[in-house]
């Protein structure tokens, strides 16, 4: 079993910049993808960035690319998501996910192991 913890989320006001973290425990795999959602309220969740390692690939979701960045730290099991420009639609609870396999993809469901999430609130 892999266990994913959150932290980071807050409030802050719009264009201004927030650092969410996840850190994995237990199973590690050589070959995976861990990936950032978000779900605001009355919506389905939608995939944010993801990463794979160990070559570090990155993808992103449109109406984050250029303002978020996500990055991982392999010997600490910890993946990061900077947030700047943030807007006030980009409010939700964030999610870190993973998947023990190679490719990256962009649909929750195929995601194996997930966190409690984040609330990250952006005021206007």
């Known amino acids: 079993q892999v266990q994913l913890e959150e932290a980071g989320g807050g409030l802050v006001q719009a264009g201004g910049s927030l650092r969410l973290s996840c850190a994995a425990s237990g199973r590690t795999f050589s070959n995976n993808v861990m990936a950032w959602f978000r779900q605001a309220p009355g919506k389905e969740r939608e995939f944010v960035a993801a990463?794979?390692?160990?070559?570090?690939?990155?993808d992103y979701a449109d109406s984050v690319n250029g303002r978020f960045t996500i990055s991982g730290d392999n010997a600490k099991n910890t993946m990061y998501l900077q947030m700047n420009s943030l807007k006030p639609e980009d409010t939700a609870v964030y999610y870190c996910a993973a998947r023990p396999h190679y490719v990256i993809v962009n649909t929750a469901h195929n995601y194996d192991y997930w966190g409690q999430g984040t609330q990250v609130t952006v005021s206007s």
């Open positions: 990463i794979r390692w160990p070559d570090g690939m990155t």
